[in-house]
């Protein structure tokens, strides 16, 4: 049976189809909104793995090109690896879905997204979203959903649900939103600088927004959902978890007290181990039970203690900052640098400047887009005391250097203040909670350091929140422990004057309007903290670019003579970096760029291009060659490809019977243009130039 729907997102239809398309899957749902289609499926594993103990979701989401008239770059035309954009699509996906299975389901859960159809205007992501959450309302995989996913972006001082990429560019926000009835569960998004304020009112307008689609899912559950299998998450012995706490409580205490981390981590492995050895005599067999048990205890004492005594892991209060070292230009050859250390967690950024050739293009199915702005996040195991093969960025680090990407990005000057291509790396050195918030300050250190003239500095803070009944604990700067053990992960990077990053996982239902608000305006307390201990080692942006950095000058032509740059098949271009050793790009529209770290080779290009290139100007001298004789006047070239007539009447303040009297063609004269007219024809003077020299000409550019 094929049920098709729709809903008004956006003011435009919204429909969600089933019953037609993948009906092998454990369900599938086709999502729609314009000419844009998403086809969403999830299949479970019948069984458990043997000695599984964690839940393995994986979630796909692929852009196929042919789903925008588009056939793949590169050499075997076929859709390769996840792109950037997939990846991070795939982590929006999996973020608020994840912690809506039961506790302790372990069946393999794989759910994937394919673009079938893209209009290049209504936007898949979250479609994917809220496909995800429909198919797996539709299978017989148990799941606490329904959830949907918005877009919100603010033009023009409204909120628009969904906005199409044309409207995007001309929006201050962008948030993408998944929410369920009872809360919002999961935010991603930027900002340029917007108030605290304006993001609450964004968060609440998205959950407004989805609430149609939401009610649309429960329908399309009642009329053709499968029936969920019954699972019953594993009740702990409450008997054997007394015992544990009994036994394990003192050591426990002793262990969060701990302040340094691999410290920490070595208490809680060596007393877990000490409670097992004393437990197992009497609960044979039950190793695992009693370790799940200390886990679960450590959870639970942690938190209490937060929102009971106001004390965290290593006796912080809630709003204190770990201590705070910044330093830069820490590496001395590349163009800039910042170390930042924050607790134990330790980032540093290189800063690379490039030109407009460096910039990567990237195949999307809107278009081909070209980022002048890259930054790339590493994350090494020794970042955290493991063992680890190197294997490229994964997810996480992908999704980490977009965090941080977004966050800087609005700061960036334009292309036409500073015509460079910027490249950041940041490398994880230690990392004891948020090294993404780390990455931000890091990022904004080395580019102050490299010269660039930020609009802004931009700081980055990752926030936690515990609740436990009425009991609530909004914490600053958190440890990874306290990540994982908490009811609310954000993170929030800006200016002192607004957010230009957000990224929020959400797992209490129903948080208010003042709770949100509240973690916002301490995150921006904390946030603000942190941009003061930036700031007291480099106020602002150096004024003078790196030694190693290459100086671009800019150039600008008109589109016509762009050939003569270039040269057939580019031989003119090659011969004028050949000659000087510097890197020239041209563009379409006849901008040049000029970049070399040696300022005579700079302007021995410069030379040569507008030599290439340069207009005759009015009233000024140039050195020409006779190029042809007439009757009534000689041709002389003064530019290349570029010629005048001098009339006879202007060879000499004396009269000229003949031309050949006075020139023969290849002689070398000083002229003078006395006019160009509207078809480009000059006139040029011999007699206005007597007495003038090659010296005299190259003294006007002086």
């Known amino acids: 049976m094929i049920i098709r729907e729709s809903v ?36 479970a594993s019948p069984d458990v793995r043997p000695g599984q103990d964690f839940f393995p979701l994986t979630v796909d989401y692929i852009e196929k090109t042919y789903a925008a008239g588009m056939i793949p770059g590169g050499f075997f035309k076929r859709e390769g690896r996840l792109s950037e954009r997939e990846i991070l699509t795939c982590r929006v996906i999996d973020r608020p879905i994840r912690p809506l299975f039961p506790e302790g389901y372990r069946n393999e859960v794989q759910v994937t997204a394919t673009v079938l159809s893209h209009d290049r ?66 935010v991603e998004g930027g900002a340029a600088g917007v108030a605290e304020s304006v993001i609450v009112d964004a968060l609440l307008f998205a959950h407004d927004a989805v609430r149609p689609v939401l009610a649309l899912q429960r329908r399309l559950r009642e009329a053709a959902g499968k029936p969920k299998l019954a699972f019953t998450p594993p009740q702990p012995d409450q008997a054997l978890a007394a015992r544990v706490w009994e036994v394990g409580r003192a050591r426990l205490a002793e262990a969060v007290d701990t302040n340094e981390k691999m410290a920490r981590y070595g208490k809680y492995s ?31 004492y942690v938190r209490e203690r937060i929102v009971k005594e106001g004390r965290r892991i290593g006796g912080r209060g809630p709003r204190d900052i770990r201590n705070i070292t910044c330093e830069v230009g820490v590496l001395p050859r590349t163009h800039g640098s910042g170390l930042f250390t924050r607790g134990e967690t330790q980032v540093v950024s290189a800063t690379t400047l490039g030109t407009s050739s460096d910039q990567q293009r990237v195949d999307a199915l809107t278009g081909d887009l070209f980022k002048r702005f890259m930054l790339h996040y590493n994350f090494p195991p020794f970042s955290v005391g493991e063992v680890k093969p190197l294997r490229g960025p994964g997810r996480r680090e992908i999704g980490h250097g977009n965090l941080a990407w977004r966050a800087i990005e609005p700061v960036l000057p334009g292309e036409d203040v500073f015509p460079y291509t910027i490249r950041l790396v940041a490398e994880t050195l230690e990392s004891n909670g948020s090294s993404s918030m780390a ?14 003239p930020i609009k802004a500095p931009v700081a980055g803070i990752a926030m936690g929140l515990i609740q436990e009944g009425d009991d609530v604990a909004i914490l600053s700067d958190i440890l990874g422990d306290e990540d994982h053990l908490g009811d609310m992960d954000f993170k929030v990077c800006g200016t002192r004057d607004g957010v230009t990053a957000i990224q929020m996982d959400i797992k209490v239902q129903g948080l208010s309007r003042e709770l949100l608000e509240k973690a916002l305006y301490q995150a921006r307390e904390a946030r603000l903290h942190v941009l003061e201990r930036m700031l007291a080692v480099l106020p602002e942006a150096r004024k003078e670019l790196s030694p190693h950095a290459p100086r671009i000058t800019t150039l600008k032509i008109k589109t016509d003579r762009i050939r003569d740059v270039i040269g057939p098949g580019g031989k003119t271009i090659r011969g004028i970096v050949e000659a000087t050793g510097c890197k020239v790009d041209v563009e379409d529209d006849g901008t040049i760029l000029i970049a070399s770290v040696d300022e005579e080779a700079a302007k021995k290009a410069i030379k040569m291009i507008k030599g290439l290139t340069a207009e005759p100007e009015v009233g000024r ?38 031309v050949t009297d006075l020139l023969q063609e290849g002689d070398e004269v000083v002229v003078k243009v006395l006019s160009v007219d509207r078809m480009g024809k000059i006139r040029l003077s011999r007699k206005e130039a007597m007495g003038k020299t090659r010296e005299d000409v190259a003294s006007q550019d002086q």
């Open 121 to 186: 205007e209504n936007q898949t992501d979250v479609l994917a979203l809220t496909g995800a959450s429909t198919a797996l309302m539709l299978s017989e995989i148990p799941f606490d959903g329904p959830i949907a996913g918005v877009r919100v972006a603010r033009i023009d001082g409204k909120f628009v649900a969904n906005p199409t990429f044309p409207q995007l560019p001309k929006s201050d926000l962008e948030l993408v939103v998944a929410a369920s009835e009872q809360a919002i569960v999961m």
């Open 439 to 452: 990455t931000v300050c890091s990022s904004i250190l080395s580019l102050m350091d490299a010269g660039v």
């Open 270 to 300: 060596k007393y877990k181990k000490e409670v097992v050895a004393e437990l197992v005599g009497e609960y044979p067999g039950r190793e695992p039970e009693i370790k799940a048990a200390w886990e679960e205890h450590k959870y639970k």
């Open 8 to 43: 008004d997102v956006g003011g435009r239809d919204l429909t969600i189809e089933t019953g037609r398309l993948a009906k092998q899957a454990g369900g599938s749902a086709l999502l729609q909104q314009g000419d844009s289609l998403v086809l969403v499926t999830v299949c």
């Open 621 to 658: 001298l140039y050195v020409g060659n006779v190029r042809k004789i007439a009757e009534f006047g000689a041709f002389v070239e003064i530019l290349p490809g570029t010629d005048g007539l001098l009339h006879i009447s202007e060879m000499s303040d004396k009269r000229v019977n003949k």
